[in-house]
């Protein structure tokens, strides 16, 4: 008799796990996008509405998994797309951890020379893998079936020798009506050669604020030209950096930029159905 009664509570456990699983793992009509709190860096986690997820950078260190716990089920142990942003320890410091807890199906960096060991590190790690590697490339475009698609406008040529911030993946993602411009740590230089390039086509929505607010990016025509409703910060409290600049900020405001910050916020989770905005 006990262990009828065991299995029956073993059976409505694990029917319990099941629901919450199909649950949660099952689409939507939006798309999520966290800025997760990491400290000083960047990780941007994404996910469309048919459930394809995207992680865009993944901080100094493994702290990206304990968000990435939070925001992911647990039983979901892979991710379709991972993208590096350029190979900063802020930028990387946590890949090697990601690749040895989840399954990553598609690689993408911008291919730019480096000598430090954690970028070594990533280098074995990604082979090991055996993910698909992509170096990235203007006009190429990931379209994930559901109506999301990021769009890379820069580099537009191989950066393999240039300075990594300057080397940095810029990608805009777009579903539906709705437009987010990741910048990675670009520089005004890069800044300045899209508004050449693309001018008024840069609008979005969102700009992800390039090199977590320094003085370094943000030229007030490039935010003119993306002028965004809402800008995300990325940084982590009482940096040695400084970040972000008061510069920076002021030129936010003047542009009429709404300013969110991973320092004041934590983890910041927007989500999209294509025509709205909305902060969860």
Known sequence: MKNGKFAILLLLIFS????????????TNNV???????GQGDAIFIQTPSGKQILVDAGPNKTVLRELGKTMSFFDKSIDVVMESHPDKDHIGGFPEVLKQYEVGLFIEPRVACSTGICKELEKDVSLEKSQVLYA?????????????????FPDRDVYDLETNTASIV???TYGNN?????GDSPQSIEDFLVWKDGINLDSDILKVGHHGSRTSSDQEFVRMVSPALSIIS???????????????DILTKEGSKILSTIDMGTITLESDGKVWRVK
């Not at 437009?179 to 910048?183: A, D, N, V």
């Open 16 to 27: 319990n796990v099941f629901i919450y699983y199909v649950v949660f793992s099952s689409g």
């Open 171 to 173: 990608a805009r993602l």
């Open 137 to 153: 490339r203007r006009g190429t475009v990931i379209d994930f079936g559901d109506g999301v698609l990021i769009s890379i406008l």
């Open 235 to 249: 940084a982590g409290k009482g940096n040695s950096y400084g970040h972000p600049h008061k510069e920076v900020l």
């Open 32 to 38: 999520t996008v966290s800025f997760l709190n990491i």
């Open 179 to 183: 437009s987010l411009l990741l910048t």
